[in-house]
Nanobody, 122 residues
Framework: QVQLVESGGGLGQAGGSLIVSCAAS????????MGWFRQAPGKEREFVAA???????YYSDSVKGRFTGSRDNAKNTVYLQMNSLKPEDTAVYYC????????????????WGQGTQVTVSS
């Protein structure tokens, strides 16, 4: 079992930066692929970024070049640094974990945090 708790986010301005973090419980954090997803009002949850156990990172085309993620296995934490924010980045951001390799599919992640709101004003 893995429990995930997101923090950070909040209100940002277009062109600005925000960071969200996800703290995970459990002693096997480094065996899970970690992902970030987001869900805007009226839209489906979508993939943002993922970090595999062997250190590879993946980003969606919509955030590539603007968002940077990382995982700190010593702290059981993953981060998502969001730069050059756009109003369309406004969403609830969710942290997720799965036993297995990289995938961008929402349904393939077994564990989810409660989400943290990110709002970007124009």
């Amino acid at each position: 079992q893995v429990q995930l708790v997101e923090s950070g986010g909040g209100l940002g301005q277009a062109g600005g930066s925000l960071i969200v973090s996800c703290a995970a419980s459990g002693r096997t954090f480094d065996t899970y692929t970690m992902g970030w997803f987001r869900q805007a009002p009226g839209k489906e949850r979508e993939f943002v970024a993922a970090f595999t156990t062997n250190g590879r990172t993946y980003y969606s085309d919509s955030v590539k070049g603007r968002f940077t993620g990382s995982r700190d296995n010593a702290k059981n934490t993953v981060y998502l640094q969001m730069n050059s924010l756009k109003p369309e980045d406004t969403a609830v951001y969710y942290c997720a974990a799965r036993w297995g390799g990289y995938t961008a599919e929402v349904s393939r992640y077994e564990y989810w945090g409660q989400g943290t709101q990110v709002t970007v004003s124009s």
